[in-house]
């Protein structure tokens, strides 16, 4: 990949203001920090409320169908071993 096929990142890109070196001091380096959290977070777009409705659905079917999973799972394990084992619980002496 080509130097100018690469994106700007927001420390170079921020008030068209050059990049400054590694070698500044630490509260310049902690400015430099704020700056590029403030640029990434002005490129954040909140969602629609279809959207928004959406999303919530679908993690709300997964997780339901990753909870059938790890309880089918659950049971088959506890009757395997008990099957192997001959278990049917703690006795009492």
């Known amino acids: 990949m080509s130097e100018d096929q690469v ?3 927001a420390a170079s890109s921020s008030k068209g203001r050059p990049a400054k070196k590694s070698d500044s001091g630490f509260f310049a380096r902690i400015a430099l ?3 590029q959290v403030i640029g990434e977070l002005k490129k954040v777009v909140a969602p ?3 959207e928004l409705i959406n999303y919530t659905l679908v993690v709300l079917v ?3 169908i990753m909870m059938l999973i790890v309880t089918l799972l659950d049971l088959a394990f506890g009757t395997g071993i008990k099957w192997v084992f001959g278990g049917t ?3 009492n002496r």
Request: hydrophobic share 35%; charged share 25%.
């Open 33 to 35: 920090f704020v700056r």
């Open 7 to 9: 994106t700007e990142t």
């Open 48 to 50: 629609t409320r279809k």
């Open 62 to 64: 997964f997780v339901t």
């Open 89 to 91: 619980g703690v006795t």
